[in-house]
């Protein structure tokens, strides 16, 4: 009988997946995590001064002016449900994005 150290097995193998997932994630983003924060700083002050049009203009327009690949920022984006501004600045966090890179102890999140 080995169950208990199965179970130990399993955990571990389904830790490695989700972290591997994450990782995955975080790596179709092109940009750093302090890049992505004054992405999220532009957008965010674009979409409060003139609203959301339901695409990714400020996103782009931020990727032209730093020279990222908007194609990619924007599977990126999509990885985290930022499929227009507004739902960049609701739904993508610095945190989620690169919390594989930088393991976080459970509890130290804002
Ligand atoms: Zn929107």
């Known amino acids: 009988m080995a169950s208990k150290d199965q179970k130990a097995h399993q955990k571990q193998l389904k830790d490695e997946y989700l972290r591997a997932q994450q990782a995955a994630s975080a790596s179709r983003m ?25 695409g990714l203009r400020a996103t782009e327009a931020w990727a032209h002016a730093h020279r990222i690949d908007v194609e990619r920022l924007r599977e990126g984006l999509e990885e985290y449900g ?7 600045v609701m739904n993508v966090y610095v945190e989620d994005v690169f919390t594989a890179r930088r393991q976080q102890a459970p ?4």
């Open 30 to 54: 092109p940009l750093d995590a302090e890049q992505l924060q004054q992405l999220l700083e532009h957008v965010d002050a674009a979409v409060l001064a003139a609203g959301c049009d339901h």
């Open 82 to 88: 930022g499929f227009c501004d507004c739902e960049v």
């Open 107 to 110: 509890g130290t999140r804002r």
